[in-house]
């Protein structure tokens, strides 16, 4: 089975950018979260996605905003960059009713 | 949300040495997972124990669910056990999300 991919695995911007992170979510899994990692810091939660809708909602803006795909890949969306929003991106896959939580690499994101 | 707090926040141990790493939680949980990050950034799920006790080769686990922490054990530690060890819980009433501690860094020299 494959594990989830995320893309691309490093990017540098400017501040006031937009960004695209990607994910493609473990093969049986319907379910997709998104995390950010500061640096020395442990994951926070942004969002969730289940069956193409936001399922639950971090402490972050509206600025970052997702999508889920019918094939259960997902984006998600980062408008007006700011320096703070540096971080390890991390996408997870689950299936629902079950506890186990696949992630991936990560986007390493750079805001200039 | 749910607060948590793992300790020590550093670790650096002789090969062969066994550690205890701990993680205290602020409320009651359904879900309690334990990671560790790898140097290319991937969280690998250790176990799924909201309660109870696992042992998984040399690395073992206890949550004592009624009094709100978890323990991971390592034993014989080896150079590849080095990293970041990140407790994570879900709370009932708190939808579909993690809520990560701020990890142990665990050095293991030769």
């Known amino acids: 089975e494959t594990g989830v991919t995320q893309s691309p695995t490093h990017l540098i911007k400017t501040r006031g950018q937009q960004v695209t992170l990607r994910c493609s979510s473990q093969?049986?899994?319907?379910?997709v979260s998104w995390y950010q990692q500061a640096l020395g810091q442990g994951p926070q939660f942004i969002f969730q996605y289940y069956r193409e809708e936001e399922n639950g909602r971090g402490n972050f803006p509206p600025r970052f905003s997702g999508l889920q795909f019918p094939n259960y890949s997902s984006e998600l969306n980062v408008n007006a960059l700011e320096l703070d929003d540096s971080a390890l991106y991390l996408c997870?896959?689950?299936?629902?009713?079950?506890?186990?939580?696949?992630f991936g690499s990560g986007t390493r994101l750079t805001v200039v | 949300g749910i607060q948590v707090e793992q300790s020590p926040p550093d670790l650096i141990l002789q090969e062969g040495a066994n550690s205890t790493l701990r993680c205290n939680f602020s409320d009651s949980v359904n879900n309690l997972q334990w990671f560790h990050q790898n140097p290319w950034g991937q969280l690998i799920n250790l176990f799924y124990i909201p309660s109870g006790t696992k042992q998984n080769g040399r690395l073992s686990a206890t949550t004592v669910a009624t009094e709100r922490y978890s323990l991971l054990y390592i034993s014989s530690s080896q150079t590849t056990d080095s990293g970041v060890y990140f407790c994570a819980v879900e709370g009932g009433g708190t939808g579909n999300q993690f809520y990560f501690g701020t990890g142990t860094s665990l050095t293991v020299i030769p």
């Open positions: 093969s049986g899994h319907n379910t």
């Open positions: 997870a896959s689950s299936q629902t009713g079950t506890y186990g939580y696949t």
